[in-house]
């Protein structure tokens, strides 16, 4: 093969990413090669109907796309399939037995078989490019493998989810409660039928899993991600959030240091000086620790068609090009695994709200809860009177150990006149 | 020279930028030797002085650059020494000729030399890197010309000069005038003895039209780039922005249309809903609109020993392990020049700023000039009254052609009532 031969491409998919990356193709094919040296051609295409509106002549046509996998002659498999099992695998195993290589924007996959992948492409020659996998057309995993390849990373955090932004910011521009924006955004078609991936955090812990590989120099490790979703946030919350000068956000955040590695998702309270507080709607945006680079921030759109397909399309024109390497940026055998930080030695800043029955006394047990704990209090809310009837008492309390705030959270529930307690991360810049 | 022999590196400029690289190699050696693949070995360095402080065991020192640049015996020559021309200039077109590769953080020379340099490396087969020269640690360059490269790039602007940012940040938070704050970060080291470079907006010009190079695959034109500097930014301007919703930013800002291209520099007031308007101090900020990527967004320090240091290996990198091509992402030749966007077709909304003597009918002058020359007002502020002294009157415009706002501005300040104009951009979403 030539430099200047085509690339040859095989998609298999053409559902919203695979649609798109077959438009980009097309629409973009003059540029393509010229910045490549070569031309880019996709020579086939697998799906279980084919559609009828995708520039695809002379596009060979599978309806099976294991079928596409073993016998078509292709430089590169793009998986656009998605789910971490199944199909997709056995297409992704194929191509890369086979010597091929593979581009995807599968997160669960990578998530879940990535180091397997790596493992079969380092034996048999092929490459891997999941550029498409984590936060859409923003270019990350191009940025934390070579961007900043000169750094050790401490941390990588990130709004990873582009529904779950979406539902955050439409409560706070709405003062809607979550039930109600999620229900109205699974009638728009910005969130699925089952939410549950997206709201739980799962697909957030999937691209964190994968960042977290990529900084560390570690192997996947989805397995030990904590993970929360925003659907105990409340309208009330939000509304306290703003009061504060904070942003509730789900986010993903890795860091690493002498205690181990921790890799947690969770909903915070960001501070509005912070660059993720703004980070609005449909939006990614992923910040990063370096330790000669300092922090970067990058942002982008997290999911869609065309957003993704670009992300596609680069890990093309790198295989085109010859910009390849290592999947995690190093080869497999020299990822090293490392410690897990101690369970609720997490230091970290905290939100309470509390919903009492206002009754003398009460706000004397808390605090002295608080004090058993050796937790510090920075400022509290407590509006009005209402006697005997159930009010808000919101407080922000200083950094402490997490073990500390959960051991005050248990007592603090088990108190009589307290009938719901809602704990918030604050987010420190 | 096989893959897992050394990369050869000779340094030429011991200074900020120069220090931290050697630090960075000596402290993450074997950082980079795993993630390359090879070792990054610093055999040679160039300085007037050899500097005690840093880890220079082993690597042979040349008090003259040119010297070392012609006869070492080296992969790749990393230029750190600054200005557009004599010896950083002289020491990079020595390497190129012997084939070698060049590591650059020279805006000045590339933006002046970019494509004969360019050029010489596609003759004799070396490559060139630049990542430092653009945006200190932030990867922009390989964002441009790899992780967006299935994109049409519309535009591309952002905060390039920390220096500016630095200084209009610090009058936004103190309050205090543009002079005074400039002597301040002249005396902490922040700003040059000669600031003109940088508050003038020529630094910024030189970054811009390396970004706008790669971003429309077009020659680098410096000389087309218009640029306005912060000189005239008074503290009343930050006020009146803080109480409009903006803040004041020194902008670089490329963009391409049916119309041709446009690459100017300018302070502009940025809507508080745009990222840009949170980038404060010494970070530095890229906004790229692409076709199919949407708009992305990439922050970080854009200066400092460590920073570029970061960007100067990921350079250095990308050489070690192959992944290399055209300088300007498309072979020289392939670059085509494009034409100016029509002089004063420009179209943006306005903040204007009248100094004008308090008197009767004044106000109904300025509304018939911008009436006479079909510009429409959004808003204005005038607070209370006082007869016969001079006062300020800010007034915003709606979006209009440059040509228009032009003329109106030339009437008004013939206005007899009217001591001073300023006039600003305001930058739209």
């Not at 992948?117 to 934390?144: D, M, Q, T, Y």
Request: contains cysteine.
């Amino acid at each position: 093969m030539t430099k200047a031969s085509p690339l040859k491409i095989a998609i298999a998919g053409l559902g919203t990413v695979g649609g798109g990356t077959v438009h980009l193709l097309h629409d973009q094919a003059e540029l393509l090669a010229a910045r490549a040296g070569r031309p880019l051609a996709l020579v086939a295409a697998a799906a279980l109907v084919k559609p009828a509106d995708l520039p695809l002549d002379g596009v060979t046509f599978f309806a099976d796309a294991r079928d596409m996998a073993k016998t078509c002659d292709y430089d590169v498999l793009v998986e656009l399939i998605g789910g971490a099992k199944g199909i997709a695998l056995d297409v992704v195993r194929t191509a890369l037995e086979r010597g091929k290589s593979v581009v995807t924007a599968n997160k669960a996959m990578i998530a879940h078989n990535g180091i397997e992948l790596a493992r079969l492409a380092e034996a048999k020659g092929g490459n891997i490019g999941f550029e498409a996998s984590v936060g859409g057309g923003i270019p990350i995993i191009k940025s934390l493998r070579e961007g900043l390849a000169g750094n050790r990373v401490s941390k990588v955090m990130g709004i990873l989810n582009g529904t779950c932004n979406y539902i955050l910011t439409t409560m706070r521009d709405s003062g809607r409660d979550f039930a109600d924006v999620l229900a109205e955004a699974q009638a728009l078609g910005y969130a699925e039928a089952d939410p549950s991936f997206d709201i739980d955090g799962t697909d957030t812990a999937h691209k964190l899993a994968i960042l977290a590989s990529l900084a560390f120099a570690m192997p996947l490790d989805i397995d030990s991600v904590a993970c929360e979703g925003i659907r105990n946030i409340s309208a009330l919350d939000i509304r306290y959030a703003d009061e504060l000068g904070y942003r509730i956000k789900l986010l993903g955040v890795a860091s690493v240091s002498d205690q181990g590695v921790e890799t947690r998702v969770y909903p915070a309270m960001v501070p509005l000086a912070f660059p993720l507080a703004h980070v609005s709607g449909p939006f990614n945006a992923i910040v990063t620790e370096g330790d000669f680079v300092g922090r970067t921030v990058l942002e982008g759109r997290g999911a869609g068609a065309r957003p993704t397909a670009s992300a596609v399309v680069a890990d093309l024109m790198d295989l085109a090009t010859g910009r390849v390497g290592p999947t995690f940026g190093l080869p497999v055998g020299v990822l090293k695994a490392l410690p897990a930080a101690p369970a609720g030695a997490h230091r970290s800043a905290y939100y309470i709200r509390l919903m009492v029955r206002d009754e003398p006394g009460v706000f004397a047990d808390v605090a002295g809860v608080l004090k058993a704990h050796k937790v510090s209090m920075e400022q509290i809310i407590q509006r009005g009177r209402s006697p005997s009837e159930v009010v808000p008492v919101v407080m922000t309390v200083h950094e402490t150990d997490e073990a500390s705030m959960l051991g005050a959270v248990k007592s603090i529930r088990a108190l009589a006149s307290v009938t719901d307690l809602q704990l918030i991360r604050i987010e420190s810049l």
